[in-house]
């Protein structure tokens, strides 16, 4: 039974095959454990995984089990520690590309179960996890009740740290020699995100540009002027543009936009915009093109022999990702990624009251070449009268409509590709299109659908307040007027009753309750294909949404 189980995590999870048994038995279990559908219990053990990561990286890094060849990237002997960080990483570059991807893997995994352990302490005395707040001692004068059917809650001197801190891990990978670039993009967003979570802005924003830095250094010499350091925009001009640069700018701006600093945020969205739509279409090379045989150009009969073969011999480590470092092409993931930048510069350009006339249109993403004042967009706090909406205010809305028609659109094209012959039948003219491409694809499009249209709902009805309350001044001043004459002794039923501010009232009352009818009648449309995508119902509040709106 143990040896199905574990054959059956390996197709799961695949393990480097030049690792030990022990090595692979261990990033196995870690990795079902972390998986709520995988473990079968739908929790996860954040404590226990944490510690299946954590022995798990002491065998890789032990030169008598599968660390030999490493050493320090300073060629110095012993290990390098940092205050506050812990031990450096190493050079790993002799190692093969699977140990090297399982190890960063490893490294990603216990930063995750460190984030999740944040806070918790470890009872030396019966060495279990504990948060912080059932501890009972001087520090914690008021501790919490533990769960019903847990441990005791444990003594403050028998205490400590439960893990380490998510950074050890994080800048273990951004030391290491021998990642790839992505990998160690990832890993310095994946700790930004982090620092903003924890209240740090001005801690996240330098890991934003650090990680800006990384895909910049990966430019190949003479490659210059593709993005301004400062301000993070992409040159109009720029023509070697990697997704490595697409995705650090991409995150720059949201983090711009989390912090309420507009200004910043749209003219970086704008160019990444800008950039997507210049993009080209890749063209079939001979190592783009797949060697390899689809598994709808297998007989049925030999379909089934190769999936009875694949039960019981070990499956092959998959194949490398994409560095990121080659320029960018136009793949089905860039046109959802597209309605996604269209969505967030929806927005902005919603929540923000414009001082100048050059509000961007969606088919005018980026100014000419002498509007070069453009990327200078001035925000103020005014805001446009009751249910009358500010130019930018309209703009938003417009961004947002196309957002979510192009998402729509996209996921719908991806939806009738699937399945099909050859990547040829695909209204994408990418020769490397594949099926896990196309499932990435259709999960951001759903994703930028879902938000697209969430935000879409809570623009209108922000406007539709606006008008309910414009609509019950003028009835209250309507009152006032109409009390005035009968006092006067006129008849009521004059200019009022019979056109005039009536009519003023019934314009207002309809206009942005109408276009709430249509945005519910749209999302009801739209529900069905969410649903279908996994983005029900259940899904709602589950921590998708804009970057304002969210």
């Known amino acids: 039974m143990f040896g199905i189980d574990s054959e059956r995590l390996e197709h799961r999870f695949p393990s480097p095959s030049e690792w030990s048994w022990i090595s692979r038995n261990n990033y196995r279990k870690a990795r079902g454990q972390e998986d709520p559908n995988v473990n079968g219990t739908g929790l996860i053990d954040w404590a226990s995984t944490g510690n299946m990561y954590r022995m798990l990286l002491r ?32 050079d790993i570059s002799a190692k093969s590309e699977p140990w090297r991807r399982g190890y960063y893997l490893c490294l990603m995994g216990a930063a995750r179960a460190a984030e999740h352990l944040d806070g918790w302490v470890r009872d030396t005395t019966r060495n279990i996890a504990f948060p912080a707040e059932v ?30 801190a998510p950074e050890t891990y994080y800048m273990k990978i951004l030391t290491t020699q021998g990642f790839s670039t992505r990998q160690r993009l990832d890993a310095a967003l994946a700790y930004a995100d982090w620092l903003e979570f924890k209240g740090l802005p001005s801690s996240a924003k330098d890991m934003y540009d650090w990680g800006l830095d990384i895909a910049m250094g990966a430019l190949p010499l003479g490659v210059d002027n593709v993005v301004n350091p400062q301000i993070g925009v992409i040159d109009k001009s720029a023509t070697y543009v990697t997704p490595n640069i697409l995705l650090a700018t991409t995150s720059l701006a949201n983090h711009h936009a989390r912090n309420k600093n507009l200004s910043g945020a749209l003219p970086i969205f704008l160019s990444v915009l800008r950039t997507y739509r210049a993009l080209p279409t890749p063209s079939a090379t001979r190592e783009e093109t797949p060697s390899a045989r689809t598994d709808t150009d297998l007989s049925t009969l030999s379909a089934l022999l190769s999936l009875v073969r694949s039960s019981f011999a070990a499956p092959p480590y998959p194949p490398p990702p994409r560095s990121g470092d080659v320029p960018a092409t136009r793949t089905p993931t860039v046109a959802c990624d597209e309605a996604g930048v269209m969505a967030h510069i929806g927005e902005i350009l919603f929540a923000s009251s414009s001082s100048t006339s050059t509000t961007p249109t969606p088919n005018e993403p980026s100014p000419s070449s002498s509007s070069s004042s453009f990327f200078s967009f001035s925000f103020s706090s005014t805001s446009a009268p009751a249910a009358q ?20 659109a996209t996921l719908h094209a991806l939806s009738s590709s699937l399945p099909r012959k050859s990547p040829q039948a695909s209204p994408f003219p990418d020769p490397r299109t594949s099926k896990k ?14 938000v697209g249209t969430s935000n879409w ?3 209108v009805s922000k406007l539709q307040k606006l008008e309910s309350a414009e609509r019950e001044a003028l009835l209250a001043k309507s009152q006032a007027v109409g009390g005035k004459k009968e006092k006067d002794g006129e008849a009521q039923e004059g200019w009022f009753w019979r056109g005039g501010w009536r009519r003023e009232v019934d314009e207002v009352e309809g206009r942005w309750a109408r276009e709430a009818k249509v945005v519910e009648q749209r999302v009801q449309e739209l529900r069905g294909l969410l649903t279908k995508e996994g983005f029900g119902e259940e899904r709602d509040g589950s921590g998708l949404g804009g970057i304002l709106f969210g």
């Not at 490493?70 to 390098?80: A, T, V």
């Not at 809650?153 to 028998?158: D, R």
């Not at 909406?389 to 028609?405: D, F, K």
């Open 457 to 459: 709902q809570k623009m």
């Open 389 to 408: 909406p500010s130019t930018s205010q309209q703009a938003g809305l417009s961004w947002t409509r196309e957002s979510v028609s192009l998402a729509e």
């Open 437 to 450: 491409i196309d499932n990435e694809a259709r999960t951001r499009c759903t994703e930028c659908l879902a």
């Open 135 to 164: 501890v009972i001692g001087p520090s914690n004068p008021r501790p919490k009740p533990v769960p019903f059917g847990a441990k005791t809650a444990p003594l403050e001197e028998h205490c400590e740290p439960g893990f380490e």
């Open 59 to 90: 065998r890789l890094e032990d030169h008598n089990t599968d660390g030999d060849g490493l050493s320090s990237p300073l060629y110095e002997e012993g290990d390098i520690y940092v205050a506050g960080v812990g031990r450096t990483g190493l």
